[in-house]
């Protein structure tokens, strides 16, 4: 964790000063041990982000429709989602190796690549793909792909077990014919089909398990609904209120041009914000925080004693340039 562009203040406390732990001051200082475990987490994604003041691009509409590309993808992903349906999927899980389970898997690894999924679901048809991703990621629910497995396993070796018995059967005829090397040839025919039915036990086992995954990463909790647009934003708070350290606050996709517009903060506190090193205490006093290995900063700003600060969690690089006053 790093602090950047603070300045030192005369009247920080020594190590040796003790403040009651039941002073409202302590409970609501943002100290370093409170704010390290905010830079570590990843987003709070039950809660709503922070949204800028106004859309990112100021491009004219005609400008920010969806691309050809763009509009090819929407419907090859529509296209996917109406093939996927619960039939489709258990007969991939069952012969995962077959042309037609071949040419629809192809496709899904394709458009589902997680690369991809985060160009579907923004930009400008982020509306119309985010729902689709979500119905696929629903019918790739994890206990229904296992079970499906479970059955598919059981349907092979039932069906693997009938032509076990048969070949059996086969092989004593043979040997009571005279025919010697029939039932030799018959075990190395067994064997064989054991060895394939390893491999396609695998196969299957692979495909689910692809399939478990690309579900999860579809679920409501990973799937950005915000397009990714151009240009700086700016994201505007007017009071302390807003970001407290017990209910902060989120930013998420911050870019190094973007702008945090503390003015109506510092307006409410009636005194300029002043950056400092150790923990804030006085009114106006900011701290910018920022953990390199996450890209995750938190800017937290003291109100009067007694007071909650404003605490704002943001994931991107916060500095002393971005902030407007």
């Known amino acids: 964790m790093s602090v ?30 409170r704010i390290k475990p905010m830079l570590k987490a990843g987003p709070n994604w039950t809660a709503t982000p922070k949204a800028p003041d106004r859309p990112r691009s100021t491009l004219p509409p005609s400008e920010t429709s969806p691309s050809k590309q763009e509009a090819d993808a929407t419907k090859s992903l529509l296209n996917l989602n109406t093939a996927l349906t619960p039939e489709i999927i258990r007969e991939i899980q069952n012969d995962p190796n077959s042309s037609k389970s071949r040419t629809i898997t192809s496709e899904f690894d394709k458009l589902l690549h997680p690369n991809n999924v985060k160009s579907l679901s923004r930009g400008p048809n982020a509306r119309k793909n985010v729902p689709v991703l979500r119905e696929i990621g629903n019918k790739l629910d994890k206990k229904k792909i296992e079970s499906n497995l479970d059955d598919s396993k059981n349907h092979v070796a039932s069906d693997t077990l009938d032509k076990f018995r048969l070949g059996i059967v086969q092989a004593i005829i043979s040997s009571f014919d005279g025919e010697l090397w029939g039932p030799v040839n018959q075990f190395k025919s067994s064997l064989e089909q054991l060895g394939d039915i390893r491999k396609n036990f695998s196969d299957m086992e692979s495909r689910s398990k692809k399939f478990v995954d690309t579900g999860m990463s579809l679920s409501d909790a990973k799937v950005d609904e915000t397009p990714e647009t151009q240009g700086p934003a700016t994201y505007s708070f007017n009071n302390l209120s807003e970001s407290t350290l017990n209910a902060p606050s989120e930013i998420r996709n911050f870019n190094s041009e973007d702008k ?5 903060i510092q307006r409410q506190l009636n005194r300029p914000l002043q950056r400092v090193e150790r923990t804030p205490e006085a009114i106006g006093e900011m701290q910018i925080h920022h953990a390199p290995d996450t890209n995750t900063s938190v800017v937290v700003v003291a109100d009067a004693p007694h007071k909650p600060p404003f605490v704002l969690k943001v994931f991107g690089e916060v500095r002393a340039s971005n902030i407007v006053t």
């Open 4 to 33: 950047i562009n603070s300045q030192s203040s005369p009247h920080a406390p020594s190590a040796s000063t003790t403040t009651p732990t039941n002073d409202p001051l302590v409970q609501h200082r943002a100290t370093p041990e």
């Open 260 to 264: 945090l517009n503390l003015s109506g």
